[in-house]
């Protein structure tokens, strides 16, 4: 019998790629969003990318227990991935509330609903912002975590420690839990098909879609925030990673859960590339692969923003089977056909 897991917030940017993933592996998959940062838009997408017209999508809010648990009672779950939650860092901070509230009480209703109904394997999104500033390039999961300079940040860690103390307390019991914890670095691009992608509310936050739409002309001006960081040409460094190839992890990581293959109760991988790209770099790379010229301008550095982290993806390599594979210049174009596709050109 096929294995089914729930992808929580499964209509989001990352969820819909997974969700994706996961069903061309094999899986049924339940997905549910109470749509506070997306709409239907890449759920249509998914459907119709996967062919499957009657993948169950739930509006479940999991900060709603009761909602969390019915929904844990209705169908026969597997594993979870968790990836409801807020994720803008400026946000986080202004509304530092609300932040604690939604990804914190979120999580912890995933995990008691999960423990309630006898789904032992959770799969939580986190991010290498537990790393901070780091001393020492590429991160390994062994360097250390810095203190969070948000919010947003703090959620990752206390949920990151939040579940490993559930493995901790359930282990050997027959509510034993067990966890994955995936720190991606800069999820970009869009699904080849272009039917799924990102789709920030308002201005964007991150850097790949601010990069689209001031090519197709919603933003006026890019500014890239510092060109004076100790980096080759200034701009700070990232470790960018396809949404696909990000969401392939997903796949290994469930299958390693599933398969009980799993060697410690909760396992970290870095999900990366291992290559730093600068901002600058990204955004000539996008200008030649899609054959376009970007306006675009240098601008103060922005508080928060460390100068260098990319991640050593080595134990995901070896342990997972898991490699990125896409080329920045394919996922840049990717991106664009997804931009394209939005405006309907
Ligand atoms: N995109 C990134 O750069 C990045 C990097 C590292 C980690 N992450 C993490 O990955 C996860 C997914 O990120 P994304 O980029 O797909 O974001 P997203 O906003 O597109 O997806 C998150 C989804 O969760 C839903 N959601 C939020 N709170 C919810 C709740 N209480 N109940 C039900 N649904 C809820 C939103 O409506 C949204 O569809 C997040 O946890 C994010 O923190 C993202």
């Known amino acids: 019998m096929k294995k089914t897991v729930l992808v929580s917030g499964g209509a989001g940017f990352i969820g819909s790629h997974v969700t994706v993933e996961l069903i061309q592996a094999g899986y049924e998959v339940v997905v549910a969003d109470n749509m506070s940062n997306c709409d239907l838009t890449c759920f249509e997408g998914v459907k119709k990318i996967t062919g499957r017209d009657d993948i169950p999508f739930e509006k479940t809010d999991f900060c709603d227990a009761a909602a969390a648990d019915a929904l844990f009672a209705k169908y026969p779950i597997d594993a979870v991935i968790h990836f409801a939650a807020f994720k803008a860092v400026g946000e986080s901070v202004a509304k530092p509330v609300m932040y604690y509230k939604n990804n914190l009480g979120s999580f912890l209703n995933v995990l008691e609903a999960a423990g309630a109904h006898g789904c032992h394997n959770v799969l939580f999104s986190s991010s290498a912002t537990v790393y901070g500033e780091p001393d020492v390039v590429p991160v390994t999961e062994r360097s250390p975590r810095k203190p969070a300079t948000s919010p947003y940040g703090a959620t990752k860690q206390m949920c990151e420690d939040i579940l490993r103390d559930t493995v901790r307390a359930t282990a050997g019991t027959p509510g034993e839990i067990k966890g994955i914890l995936l720190r991606y670095f800069n999820p970009i691009g869009a699904h080849p098909s272009a039917l799924i992608g990102e789709l920030p509310r308002g201005v964007p936050n991150n850097l790949v879609p601010f990069i689209t739409q001031t090519a197709i002309g919603k933003r006026e001006c890019l500014s890239i925030f510092g060109n004076d960081y100790p980096t080759p040409d200034g701009t700070c460094q990232r470790d960018y990673i396809d949404i696909v190839d990000l969401a392939k992890a997903h796949v290994c990581a469930v299958a390693r859960m599933m398969d009980g293959k799993m060697t410690e109760g909760c396992e970290v991988y870095n999900i990366g590339t291992g290559r730093p790209v600068s901002v600058l770099e990204l955004v000539n790379a996008f200008q030649k ?45 990717a991106a664009w056909a997804w931009e394209k596709h939005l405006a309907g050109k």
Do not use: C, M, Q
């Open 289 to 333: 692969v899609n054959g376009l010229k970007l306006n675009y301008r240098f601008a103060p550095r922005r508080e928060g923003d460390v100068t260098a982290i990319w991640a050593d993806p080595s134990l995901a390599n070896k342990v997972l089977g898991w490699k990125a594979g896409r080329s920045v210049e394919d996922t840049l174009a």
